[in-house]
């Protein structure tokens, strides 16, 4: 009731995504919708790190609330764990968010034995980030909903192979081979990981498809000339 005005007032609305335009088209606007996806610096990510070649790191940066599926990853992880136990998972977030969910996952990492597998770094500046991503095999995103996540560009943009969920809204990169899009539950997920952690060269691979896909249709000059076209097009009132 309050959008609707909002945005019948403007002379253009732009959405990140297809999801989103068709949400917005369920409000029967008025006024065009565009779609400019966010944009990404280009980074030089760090040497990527040597690990054991038996073992992998999982990674996660965002927000610690339910709605980011974390329950899923850790039940993902002991499910690989069975098999592979030089298995690693790093959640990077602010922890005192949330802390209702956060003693919930403590719990199930805790029921689940986990133990020393998880790892808490608390929130991340920029230079820790880039450190934590190059040290991360894998970075997994099982998101419930979402616009179009700035943690996945990040990783994709570092050249890290993701795992995400369709919830993450991510289509094109999922068309272009350049993110593996599995079902929201942990089986799914595991299995997703199992095959990537018998090929690590799959791994490789996967990581600079993202960061081609991230530097070619998520760079700032992309985005600001889409969005130069975007006002070029535009039928501005007199």
């Known amino acids: 009731l309050v959008e609707r005005p909002v945005l019948n007032a403007a002379t253009g ?3 990140l995504t297809t999801n989103e335009r068709d949400q917005l088209g369920a409000l029967a606007l008025r006024a065009p919708v565009h779609i400019v996806p966010n944009g990404i610096a280009r980074t030089n990510p760090p040497e990527r790190a040597d690990r054991p070649c038996d073992g992998m790191s999982l990674g996660f940066i965002g927000r610690i609330n339910p ?30 968010q949330f802390p209702a969910y956060v003693a919930r996952l403590d ?6 034995g986990l133990g020393d597998a998880v790892r808490w770094p608390g929130f991340l500046n920029e230079t820790a980030k880039r450190q934590m991503l190059a040290a991360t095999d894998v970075f997994l995103h099982a998101s419930e909903s979402e616009g179009m996540p700035m943690a996945i560009l990040e990783a994709m943009e570092a050249s890290v192979a993701c795992v995400i969920t369709p919830g993450c809204y991510m289509s094109e990169a999922v068309a272009a081979g350049a ?17 990537l952690n018998a090929e690590p060269d799959r791994r490789t691979e996967l990581g600079r498809a993202g960061q081609n896909h991230a530097r070619t249709n998520h760079a700032w000059p992309v985005i600001a000339e889409r969005y130069r076209q975007v006002y070029k097009n535009t039928q501005h009132p007199k």
């Open 67 to 96: 709605k980011k599926g974390l329950h899923h990853l850790l039940e993902a992880l002991y499910i690989l764990r069975q098999t592979h136990t030089n298995v690693t998972l790093t959640i990077a977030g602010d922890r005192a």
């Open 179 to 195: 993110v593996v899009q599995v079902p929201r539950n942990p089986a799914s997920l595991a299995a997703a990981l199992v095959e």
């Open 107 to 112: 719990a199930q990492a805790a029921r689940l």
């Open 13 to 15: 609305v732009v959405a």
